[in-house]
């Protein structure tokens, strides 16, 4: 093997990516891609602490590595993107979007 991913000795098998935060973030994304553009930086906030609780708790569960919680963002963020694309549509502020994202992220390690 030339990547090696031992099992972790917790009596499950570890997979790639983790079901349980992609099932969050896609629905985040989901959410995002369907409000109006003046509730998405509330949503962003929102969704973010939801999904850094959800991918902060399954690595402390010790269920998921870090890498497998990264790979989930990384799944939705590709096929969020292309139906982004696909779809288009009104755009909401991209600073502030990210701005509450970012504070959402913060407040979720802050409360783990």
């Known amino acids: 093997d030339v990547l090696d991913r031992p099992n972790l000795g917790l009596g499950v098998h570890n997979s790639l990516p ?8 896609s629905a985040v994304a989901a959410l995002l891609l369907v409000l109006p553009a003046v ?3 509330l949503m962003a ?3 973010a602490a939801a999904i850094g609780l959800t991918g902060l708790s399954t690595v402390v569960a010790g ?3 870090p890498a497998d919680v990264i790979a989930a ?3 939705v963020l590709a096929w969020t993107g292309a139906v982004s694309a696909v779809v288009g549509g ?23």
Do not use: D, N, Q
Not at 18 to 25: F, L, N, W
Not at 90 to 112: I, K, T
């Open 90 to 112: 009104r755009r909401g502020s991209w600073l502030l979007s990210s701005v509450a994202a970012f504070l959402g992220a913060a407040s979720s390690v802050v409360m783990l």
């Open 73 to 75: 963002l990384l799944v």
């Open 45 to 47: 906030v929102i969704g």
């Open 63 to 65: 269920w998921h590595r």
């Open 18 to 25: 983790s079901g349980h935060t992609t099932v969050v973030v």
């Open 39 to 41: 509730m998405r930086p």
